[in-house]
């Protein structure tokens, strides 16, 4: 994914917007595999200020998730920010405490960024809705679509251990 910045270099505007997307299928977290439901988008703009240029977007992507309490595969969709500031790649960077984006040829190229920008904002722990009801601990049904008889008091045989022990 890149991104033309002659027209800010040629300083006839001081500004540009951009929309792009990145047709992703799949990428690897350090625990699982992200499938993508739809390409990732990606809006922002990159701007000059007096001394630099600096980046600023919004990342949004959907992938397929199983929801933490039901285990039914849903699709989550997630929004997340990438900024930072543009050098030219000959130049070398000194400050680790800024993300920066570099550039060569007056083209800035982020797909790099935006993959790392998916990987830290992916959520620990999902629902696919946050009243969902989950699965019956006892007969495994799905309780958003059928309520069961059992009676949850007398399930976790763990627990009841733990009872006898206390009565
Ligand atoms: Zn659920
Ligand atoms: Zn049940």
Request: charged share 30%; proline share 2%; with cysteine.
């Amino acid at each position: 994914m890149k991104i033309d910045l002659s027209r800010l270099i040629d300083r006839a505007v001081y500004k540009i917007d951009f929309e792009q997307s990145l047709d992703l299928e799949k990428i690897q977290s350090k625990t699982d595999e992200i499938v993508f439901a739809s390409p990732v988008k990606v809006r922002g703009s990159v701007y000059e200020t007096d001394e630099n240029m600096y980046l600023d977007a919004v990342v949004s992507y959907e992938y397929y998730e199983n929801c933490a309490r039901c285990l039914k595969e849903f699709v989550n969709r997630v929004e997340t920010v990438l900024s930072g500031r543009l050098m030219e790649t000959s130049q070398l960077s000194d400050t680790d405490d800024e993300f920066v984006f570099y550039y060569d040829n007056e083209q800035v190229e982020i797909t790099e960024q935006v993959l790392t920008s998916i990987l830290l904002s992916l959520p620990m722990k999902t629902l696919c809705n946050d009243d969902c009801r989950g699965l019956c601990l006892v007969c495994g049904k799905d309780l958003n679509i059928e309520e069961c008889s059992c009676d949850i008091q007398e399930v976790d045989p763990r627990l009841a251990k733990l009872k006898d022990l206390f009565d």
